[in-house]
């Protein structure tokens, strides 16, 4: 599709079969907000889910309501709605804990499935809380890390498990799920994925892909709140023999029986901890919602538009030696964000967001710009750019007042 003017994007915009979608949203007037990809933006229906929660089944209902309203099943129930989003059959996915602490469970998990082998492989570059994990269980294994072309061939018979980013967060390059969890089979290893920027984003196919472990994040492209419980995956055919280190009595096949010994529950609730925290659980409900009938493959497609015309606006109208796009151009190498380089890439977004656009910044010079389909209009898209080459031609960027940096960029 090439949208040469505003009116074009108001016309694609008009036909976008996912146009509905937005009103799923609260989004505050005027503000062109291409930051879903590190915080979704509140859904219309969480205030009134949360309302009735604390009000009907908390204050109401009491205790019961662990049975009553479902809320012990919750982990489970929501599991297979994202599972719906990232090709899981149900019974396979759970919500619980932090994208961290899954990493954990699952990564200690992994080592314990190929006894004899003492490496976790992963990217340079993954995002630092992955590679922070693995390296916190080094008394057990090592963490060897590959450029991205040196993958897979860095996969040897001494790696127990290939943890790996589907969508890089700074480039937003994307991983051939299917090649790589083959290549990481063939040298008998397991492969986590970390879906935190897939989730939501893209069309994932964990089980056709054959994929063994992965996990993601509840408040980027699933619109769940700041904090949102994560998810985890684990493939029916390891359930059975998969252990969590953190053996908490949710993950007992008997919570309620008070028994001394530790058991395993059967099937993928073995990889809860603790008891859920459920108005947390309630908000990533009505974030969920926010895919209700949604066709992954047109979300994609219209991912892949906006991300499309972002790129090629950009290239028209601001110089690339100073606005470098880092972004794979290719469609099927990129997931939903472009990333450009910029050397006051900090500044220059603080601008940005003074003028209403608000993305995000990552060191040490890109500027992220995240587009999810539900809610980012075409116009968005030229609108944002327009803005970009009016602070790019004033120069603004360049006071003072932007180069303050805060403690979340
Ligand atoms: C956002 C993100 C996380 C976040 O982990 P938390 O435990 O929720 O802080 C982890 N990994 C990747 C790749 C992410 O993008």
Redesign the pocket.
């Known amino acids: 599709m090439k949208l040469e003017t505003r009116e074009a994007c108001l016309s694609a915009d008009a036909k976008d079969p996912l146009r509905g979608c937005r009103e799923r949203f609260t989004l505050p007037e005027g503000l062109i907000y291409l930051d879903g990809n590190s915080l979704g933006p509140l859904p219309r229906a969480t205030p009134a889910l949360l309302n009735r929660t604390v009000r009907e089944e908390w204050g109401r209902d009491l205790i019961g309501s662990w049975n009553s309203h479902g809320w012990m099943a919750l982990p489970e129930s929501l599991g297979d709605r994202i599972g719906k989003l990232i090709g899981a059959a149900p019974g396979q996915v759970v919500v619980t804990d932090?994208?961290?602490?899954n990493?954990y469970k699952l990564l200690h998990a992994a080592l314990a499935l190929r006894p004899g082998r003492g490496i976790i492989l992963s990217e340079e570059g993954?995002?630092p809380?992955?590679l922070y994990i693995a390296q916190g269980l080094k008394d057990r294994a090592e963490l060897r890390m590959a450029a991205r072309g040196k993958l897979p061939a860095a996969i040897d018979e001494n790696v127990a498990v290939v943890m790996l980013?589907q969508v890089d967060?700074r480039t937003g390059a994307l991983w051939n799920m299917k090649e790589m969890t083959r290549a990481a089979h063939d040298a008998g290893a397991l492969i986590l994925w970390?879906l935190?920027?897939s989730a939501g984003a893209l069309p994932v196919d964990l089980d056709s892909c054959g994929a063994d472990l992965a996990v993601g994040?509840g408040?980027?492209y699933l619109n769940g709140g700041p904090g949102a419980p994560?998810f985890l995956y684990v493939s029916r055919h390891l359930q059975e023999n998969i252990r969590t280190p953190l053996s908490g009595w949710m993950g007992h096949a008997a919570p309620f029986d008070f028994s001394m010994g530790y058991a395993p529950a059967p099937g993928i609730r073995r990889m809860l901890c603790g008891t859920p925290s459920v108005l947390a659980l309630r908000a990533l409900e009505a974030g969920l919602q926010t895919f209700a009938d949604t066709d992954m493959a047109a979300l994609r497609e219209k991912s892949l538009a906006l991300t499309g015309l972002f790129m090629a606006l950009v290239d028209r109208h601001l110089p690339a030696d100073t606005f470098e796009i880092v972004t794979p151009r290719e469609d099927h190498l990129r997931g939903s964000q472009v990333s450009i380089r910029h050397a006051g890439g900090y500044a220059f977004m603080q601008a940005l967001i003074e003028a209403g656009v608000t993305g995000d910044f990552r060191s040490p010079d890109l500027m992220r710009f995240g587009f999810t389909p539900l809610y980012t209009r075409f116009t968005d898209v030229w609108d944002a750019v327009e803005h970009m080459v009016t602070i790019h031609r004033d120069g603004r960027w360049r006071e003072k007042r932007y180069n303050r940096r805060q403690a979340v960029t």
């Open positions: 932090s994208t961290s602490v990493l993954n995002f809380t992955d980013t967060y970390d935190s920027h994040c408040y980027k994560a």
